[in-house]
């Protein structure tokens, strides 16, 4: 959820520390703060309450400099946002910690230290992480050996980096269920959270696995894994270019994440996709031996990604003939779930490292199901090497909190596990030419919506005020009227809610009123009809109905009814995609009148590695 960075070089390090915390700012921005040792000083600490910029400031005033190092910007979880609970951590002896994650024994140890003559000054885990250490070191005399014995203490999840004012050659790191890797430089190393703080530094990754306890130096990586053997990892090139996190010419990330998605559609087809087939090898050389047992799907995400996997269930039950259920995995963990014959598991996560998809997955691996799929944008993430099967969405680095092409490359994603599991499921080719051919339309598609922008910028103008809002759809515009409702109520903090339209009758009618806008998503489908006597009980009530609409729906604007009209020809395979667009760019515009933060709203943070 926080991220984490730090390095040991010969040179002065605090650039690389600051670079790398504003790169993973979206991660966490309650606070920030660094903790760096040079040849001579005692360790420095900086820490600010607020977003790296204001850490900046304060080291402008007070310049620091040093050749190892760690820093931090947080998401708070325990204790509240302050500087006192801001990271890093000290202990006595000039020890510092930074940490992702969730101690869940934390109370526990911190009552024995105290008992053993440690004071506290946070209401934190992570400094219990601190001074635990510290005892440790006392007994053992040796850095990497009492962060051993530390973490073979703690309960939960973590991602731990450590330095000390009297070890000034190394950086000590640990993970279990959080995400840290070691970046590789030349006679210099660096540590993170995440590939993207250290672009500018580096593109050799060694990406630590569950248990791992490293240290690092400028010269030299020893790893143990969770055995205590010494084990090598393997190193990752990336391919994600340095520029991947700046905004370029967009006033927000979120904006130019919008007008990227035609491109990142086309990526997440390429090589997947040629003429009229779906190639066999896109989802893995085991793929098609297990495609072909398939009788059941689960799909298990969160939040944004929980919506998609509720669009794929309609098209993967009406297209590919296969049962599909679909839950938040925050609940498949904490319920007896009966695994259907054949079933696979399909995992859906933008960053890959969503705690609770993680131990979903972990789970569901000894449930008994046939395979498991990971659907994922992050080809380092750990649901991509924990799963047999895997599908890339290639949205590239997606910054902003609110997902927007990360989102619409999944649905991409599973329309084509859709048609995969409709050709192992007797569809000719014709009928797969036809699809595919559906879904290569999709890029020029979504590049038309992105041509009502001025239109929809226009329309923020009447929900600015506005303190709730309602959002309907039928069908696979059900989930889609739930992920634009997320969007509004995400960035701009309008309380905003989604309903399948036949259910208004059944409670949501009593919050209709002229200052309850109503959103409609109203592709020309099979339910159209039945959502247009939805939309005549709304205004019967004196809602006014904000309505997307397919220029052949025959749905005229009048009195309390504004029409936005979508693009022609869209099937039932593009309409999620291509109608979630203009949701996203109204939830964006009504943020940016409102003055909320687009990129970075209160309370949240783009991947969540806690529970």
């Not at 992702?100 to 009552?111: D, M, V």
């Not at 840290?180 to 696995?209: H, Q």
């Not at 990604?305 to 009406?318: D, K, M, N, T």
């Not at 109203?522 to 904000?546: I, Q």
């Amino acid at each position: 959820m926080c991220g984490i960075v730090g390095a040991v070089a010969e040179r002065n390090i605090v650039p690389i520390l600051m670079e790398g915390l504003r790169r993973l700012e979206y991660r966490g921005y309650d606070s920030a703060g660094i903790a760096v040792i040079n040849a001579t000083d005692p360790l420095k600490r900086v820490r600010t309450l607020g977003k790296v910029k204001i850490l900046q400031e304060a080291i402008e005033r007070s310049p620091t400099t040093g050749q190892i190092g760690i820093a931090h910007t947080r998401w708070a979880t325990h204790g509240e946002p302050s500087e006192a609970n801001a990271h890093p951590h000290i202990s006595d002896d000039g020890l510092a910690v930074v940490h992702n994650g969730i101690i869940e024994n934390h109370e526990e140890l911190r009552a024995e230290l105290k008992k053993s003559g440690y004071s506290f000054s946070s209401e934190t885990d992570t400094e219990v992480v601190a001074h635990r250490i510290h005892f440790h070191l006392q007994v053992v005399g040796d850095l990497f050996k009492a962060v051993r014995a530390t973490v073979a203490e703690l309960e939960g999840a973590y991602a731990l980096a450590v330095v000390s004012q009297s070890d000034r050659e190394r950086i000590i790191l640990a993970r279990e269920g959080c995400p840290v890797i070691i970046g590789l430089g030349v006679g210099e190393n660096f540590v993170a959270s995440d590939v993207s703080a250290l672009l500018p530094v580096t593109r050799r990754f060694i990406f630590l696995e569950e248990g791992d306890v490293a240290e690092v130096r400028r010269q030299s990586i020893k790893v143990l894994d969770r055995q205590g053997n010494l084990i090598s990892r393997t190193v990752h090139e990336s391919e994600l270019p340095a520029d991947a996190a700046d905004k370029g010419q967009y006033r927000h990330f979120m904006l130019k994440e919008i007008y990227e998605q035609p491109r990142a559609l086309s990526d997440t087809l390429q090589e997947r996709v040629s003429n009229g087939r779906l190639l066999d090898a896109a989802f893995g050389p085991a793929a098609k031996d297990i495609f072909k047992r398939v009788e059941h799907i689960h799909i298990v995400a969160c939040g944004t990604s929980f919506h998609a996997g509720s669009v794929a269930r309609y098209l993967i039950e009406q297209i590919s003939k296969v049962s599909c259920t679909i839950e938040t995995a925050s609940e498949y963990r904490y319920r007896n779930s009966i695994v259907p014959r054949n079933s696979l598991f399909v995992a859906l996560s933008q960053s890959g490292e969503t705690a609770d998809t993680l131990a979903a997955l972990r789970l569901a691996k000894q449930s008994g199901y046939l395979s498991s799929l990971a659907i994922c944008n992050v080809p380092e993430s750990s649901l991509v090497r924990e799963c047999e099967l895997v599908m890339l969405t290639r949205a590239g680095p997606e910054i902003g909190v609110a997902s927007t092409k990360a989102f619409t490359t999944q649905l991409t994603v599973l329309s084509m596990l859709v048609l995969a599991l409709a050709k192992y499921n007797g569809a000719d080719a014709e009928y797969e030419r036809n699809l595919v051919e559906r879904l290569i339309e999709l890029p020029s598609l979504v590049e038309k919506t992105l041509s009502l922008d001025s239109e929809i910028q226009k329309l923020a103008l009447r929900f600015a005020n506005k303190n709730h809002a309602l959002f309907l759809g039928r069908g696979t515009m059900y989930p889609i009227a739930m992920e634009g409702a997320l969007k509004l109520k995400e960035i701009s903090y309008i309380h905003a809610e989604a309903y399948a339209a036949g259910e208004l009758k059944h409670g949501p009618l009593a919050l209709v009123d002229a200052d309850m806008p109503v959103i409609v998503v109203a592709p020309n489908n099979d339910l159209l009809d039945k959502l247009k006597s939805n939309l005549m009980e709304v205004r019967a009530r004196g809602g006014e109905l904000f309505i997307f609409a397919d220029p052949e729906a025959n749905i005229k604007p009048s009195d309390g009814v504004t029409v936005i009209t979508m693009p022609k020809h869209v099937s039932f395979l593009q309409a999620p995609t291509v109608y979630a667009v203009p949701l996203q760019m109204l939830a964006y515009h009504v943020a940016v009148l409102k003055g909320t933060d687009v990129d970075q709203p209160r309370n949240l943070a783009k991947s969540v590695t806690v529970e």
